[in-house]
């Protein structure tokens, strides 16, 4: 059996050769953690080093200037532009590139071959000559209209994206442009490759973040159709705690099961409550200054020094809704835990953490509405750990479900979206129930 | 639905009458409306059975197609309703006015406003426009020269309720659960005579009761487009039936007294609906006019005079599908003008910010400390920045750094500088920037007082410029590449299913 870094470098090698040969383009699926940005990089020098101006566009500024500092580290050499909003506060990290120009105008960075920036910024570039190379990150994030306005920039295109996560979003209720080719409320990809149906999508084979224990669940439920499997094996990421808990209750047991299993599902009894249900809030500010208090260290067969634990960059916690965030972060403010991270499903996509846990988007509601049901959101929240994930619900979710098959309307000509919400959901939860704590 | 629109309908359920959820009315109503009420046949897609349409409440219109099945009458039907409306649109291209802003242009000086029932009479709009925008006057089926361009017009009215500035179609029931909350749930508030029952109930009877009688059908017959079932079996059927052999077996007097009798049916069906639907449209006139409607309405009266224009100069029709570009530009549009409207509401109306406070985007509260002379030195110039510092028991989600608005003084800034928390109040440090005048000291009363009630929100009602997408003939080749010029042919009315 091929090793799992040697499955990713064929992969790797398969699409950087593809490109020479594109006639438009290629897109390239990747799942939660398998080396997206490293291959945008990879591919970025590849271009360059043939000679072929490259423009990067990238959803946040925050993703753009992680990927000018790993392409200004991996081409020292390389003269790289910067193309930054007036808004932009320059990011010490792609500053202190002695070769990363920096500028609000495309015309100072003319001599920069490759030249990154955000999708919104490169949307307000006019009349430039089409570059003969783009790519486009996140693009499953990227929404259809926008890469209507970038896109006569550029011949041939690179789109990289995970196509498990959030759907692009828009705060505009209609079925006006439902089963249109071009509607402008798809993602970037689902519409190029509707009217490109010949152009060839690659997978990335291999997650280096998700561990042994979560790769094959999400892969199953989230990724039918083109598994992945993690980099390491069973066992291989491992969390211990550094101090015994006095006497036993179902916060310790629940942290145990996580830590042996890499999951657990903390159960609240059955109630329907409002959005921000202060029980299930408790609980997770509860789940999370536990893990600090019991001072969780994370082993790593590819980190040569064991996890320190640090509660701000390596334990999350995530929701669904802005406001149950807000009081849960307002708990732990009041506990003397500023430092965990706390946001919406939204705003975690693209980020890692050792251990997350996470407030059910079904906990506690009567019914199981589109937003709740969606498949992204539930992908998104539960592959943010490299170790252990930990979900909080009130009891009765698979009950919910079951009263609540999904009832969407459906439209001519509009592609069926796999999986389902439903059917993702289920399966997790399926999964989830073998490592059920009922809280005390 | 917020929790602020929960309790609002609890208390409804609670005291049996319907609850204020705005103090002011956040839509245009025109004082000359077009009610149109509209019915359609159970079982055929979209088929007009009747409308009863009209500005004047003494003398409304009926208009009855007597076989709905034949499309001929059909689209006489469509002739007659285009008589009412293109004479109702064309009263409102007379009067101009300046524009005003920067292009001087002329624009009407008022635009046309139909009203229907409910978001059906919507929707049966615009597949009616749909349905006659493309026919023409000549070569197979033609139909009357009147009735392409009634389909126009229908078609312009429906594409403009998709925008929630935009007054120019109402639906009463939309209209007027914006403003009251009732004591049922929101599909139940889309029966108008219910709706009216709990807002306007008879003296002597609660808005629960009003609303519970309301739901008898033979007391008030559904409002549109479908017809009542037991009405459709029991007298509808009947009559066309008649309508239909009296015609087939010579006409003359016989196919009169069958269609009088039609006509004298469907009349008591619809009868009902237009008293309701002008009591509706006093209701709304009775609250005071928000104060952004205005400008919202100028922005209905410019679209108006464009689509006028454009008819006049003999462009083509909407086109039955939008292209990659236009459908872009469209929701591009829509996004801004819905966050615009959202904002401007919250500042016309403090019930409407309540909900803003609620969930932490807004507060209000008293200025506790001001120093209103404050220059800011530190910088190249010289520069005004007041500060005041606001009290307040809301909850208080704006972090150090974040920019609010006040609807007292929206063209002013307030940058956030510290937040800080004491015995359950928060203390909001503010630097102000602009709205005030031009020299080193403000202008009087640009600056908040000590002891003056204020309300920050962390969104404005500040014009944003709309994004450039490329030409539609320059559509790139990820979007499927320019789309074909557009020819009109006889083949246009045909529908994929049809």
Same mark, same amino acid.
Request: aromatic content about 6%; overall charge neutral.
């Given at each position: ?440 | ?306 689509? /006028? ?6 462009? @083509?029709? *909407?086109?039955? %599908?939008?292209? =990659? +570009?236009?459908? $872009? ?72 750094? /974040? ?6 003084? @929206?063209? *002013?800034?307030? %940058?956030?500088? =510290? +937040?800080?928390? $004491? ?76």
């Amino acid at each position: 059996m091929t090793s799992a870094a040697e499955l990713a470098e064929q992969a790797t090698a398969t699409i950087l050769g593809g490109l020479a040969g594109a006639r438009r383009g290629l897109v390239v699926d990747s799942p939660p953690g398998a080396g997206k940005s490293t291959l945008v990089v990879r591919a970025a020098a590849r271009l360059t080093d043939a000679g072929e101006p490259v423009m990067v566009v990238a959803q946040t500024n925050e993703q753009v200037d992680d990927l000018t500092d790993r392409l200004a580290a991996e081409r020292p050499r390389l003269a790289i532009g910067r193309l930054a909003g007036i808004e932009y506060t320059p990011a010490q990290r792609v500053v202190r590139h002695q070769h990363v120009t920096l500028s609000t105008r495309l015309a100072d960075l003319a001599g920069c071959p490759v030249v990154l920036s955000t999708a919104h910024k490169w949307a307000t570039v006019r009349g430039a000559p089409a570059w003969p190379w783009a790519i486009v990150d996140e693009a499953y994030q990227m929404r259809s209209d926008l890469l209507l306005r970038v896109a006569g920039l550029f011949d041939r295109a690179l789109f990289v994206g995970d196509p498990g996560q959030l759907d692009p979003f828009s705060a505009v209720q209609t079925e006006r442009w439902a089963g249109l080719s071009w509607d402008p409320m798809q993602s970037a990809v689902a519409v190029l490759l509707r009217h490109n149906p010949d152009m060839p999508v690659y997978t990335l084979p291999v997650s280096w973040r998700l561990p042994a224990s979560a790769a094959p669940v999400v892969s199953e439920a989230f990724y039918p159709f083109t598994g992945f499997r993690s980099a390491t094996g069973p066992g291989e990421r491992r969390v211990a705690f550094s101090t015994s808990p006095f006497g036993r209750n179902a916060l310790d047991v629940t942290l145990e099961t996580a830590a042996s299993s890499g999951w657990a599902l903390y159960e609240l009894p059955a109630r329907h409550t409002v959005r921000t249900d202060g029980e299930a809030v408790a609980a997770c500010a509860a789940l999370a200054a536990r893990i600090v208090q019991r001072g969780a260290v994370t082993h790593s067969p590819e980190r040569a020094v064991a996890g320190v634990p640090d509660a701000g960059t390596r334990i999350a916690v995530g929701t669904a809704h802005r406001d149950q965030a807000q009081a849960i972060r307002a708990v732990l403010r009041a506990g003397g835990l500023p430092g965990v991270t706390v946001d919406t499903a939204n705003r975690l996509q693209g980020r890692e953490f050792d251990i997350v846990v996470v407030l059910h988007p079904l906990s506690g509601r009567r019914d199981a509405t589109a937003f709740h049901l969606e498949a992204g959101r539930l992908c998104v929240l539960t592959t943010r750990h490299r170790h252990a994930c930990i979900v909080v619900a009130r009891a009765g979710v698979p009950e919910l479900l079951d009263a609540h098959p999904s009832t969407e309307p459906v439209h001519l000509n509009v592609p069926v979206k796999f999986p389902d919400g439903w059917a993702a959901n289920q399966s997790l939860l399926a999964h989830l129930s073998q490592y059920k704590v009922r809280a005390a | 639905m917020s929790t602020l629109t929960s309790l609002a309908r609890a208390m409804a359920a609670a005291s049996g009458t319907a609850q204020p959820a705005c103090t002011v009315r956040h839509v245009h109503l025109s004082p000359r409306p077009l009610v149109f009420i509209p019915l359609a046949l159970a079982g055929e897609a979209n088929a007009p059975l009747a409308a009863l349409v009209g500005d004047d409440p003494g003398a409304p219109n009926l208009l009855v197609v007597p076989e709905p099945r034949d499309r001929d009458l059909r689209f006489a039907f469509a002739a007659d309703l285009a008589a009412v409306v293109l004479r109702y649109t064309a009263s409102y291209c007379a009067d101009q006015e300046p524009t005003g802003g920067r292009d001087p242009g002329l624009r009407y000086a008022d635009a046309p406003q139909l009203l229907v029932p409910n978001p059906g009479g919507i929707a049966f709009t615009r597949l009616l426009g749909r349905s006659t925008r493309f026919r023409r006057a000549e070569g197979p089926y033609a139909v009357a020269e009147s009735v392409p361009v009634l389909g126009r017009w229908l078609t312009f009215f429906a594409d403009r309720t998709e925008s929630p500035a935009s007054s120019l179609m109402l639906a009463a029931t939309d209209a007027l659960s914006a403003h009251w909350a009732t004591g049922q749930s929101p599909a139940e508030d889309r029966n108008l005579a219910v709706l009216l029952g709990w807002i306007d109930p008879p003296p002597g009877m609660s808005g629960a009761q009003a609303a519970a009688l309301a739901e008898d059908p033979l007391r008030s017959p559904p409002t549109g487009p479908a017809t009542d079932p037991t009405f459709d079996n029991e007298v509808l059927d009947q009559r066309i039936l008649a309508v239909r052999t009296a015609r087939l077996t010579g006409g003359g007097r016989a196919y009169q007294r069958a269609e009088a009798a039609l006509t004298d049916a469907l009349a008591t069906q619809l009868t009902p609906t237009w008293t309701l639907m002008w009591r509706a449209a006093e209701l709304l006139r009775g609250l005071p006019e928000a104060a952004h409607v205005r400008r919202r309405w100028d922005a209905d009266k410019d679209a108006f005079t464009w689509h /006028a224009g454009h008819i006049r100069e003999g462009g @083509p029709p *909407q086109p039955r %599908r939008d292209g =990659a +570009v236009s459908a $872009a530009g469209r929701l591009a549009n829509t996004e801004r003008v819905q966050e615009m409207v959202a904002a401007q509401r919250a500042f016309d109306d403090p019930l409407v910010m309540a909900e803003y406070r609620m969930t932490g985007e807004a507060f209000a509260g008293r200025v506790a400390a001001a120093e209103p002379d404050r220059v800011d030195a530190t910088g190249r110039r010289r520069v005004l920045r007041p500060r005041v510092t606001v009290e307040t028991g809301d909850a208080v989600l704006a972090e150090p750094g /974040a920019t609010l608005t006040s609807p007292a003084r @929206p063209s *002013q800034k307030a %940058r956030v500088i =510290a +937040v800080t928390e $004491a015995n359950g109040r928060t203390r909001v440090l503010l630097e102000l920037q602009g709205g005030m005048g031009r020299a080193l000291t403000p202008e009087p009363g640009s600056v908040p007082a000590i002891g003056e009630p204020v309300c920050y929100a962390a969104f404005g009602d500040g014009y944003q410029p709309p994004p450039a997408f490329p030409a539609s003939e320059d559509t790139p080749w990820t979007h499927g590449g320019p789309p074909p010029r557009y020819v009109p042919a006889d083949e246009d009315a045909r529908e994929d299913w049809s």
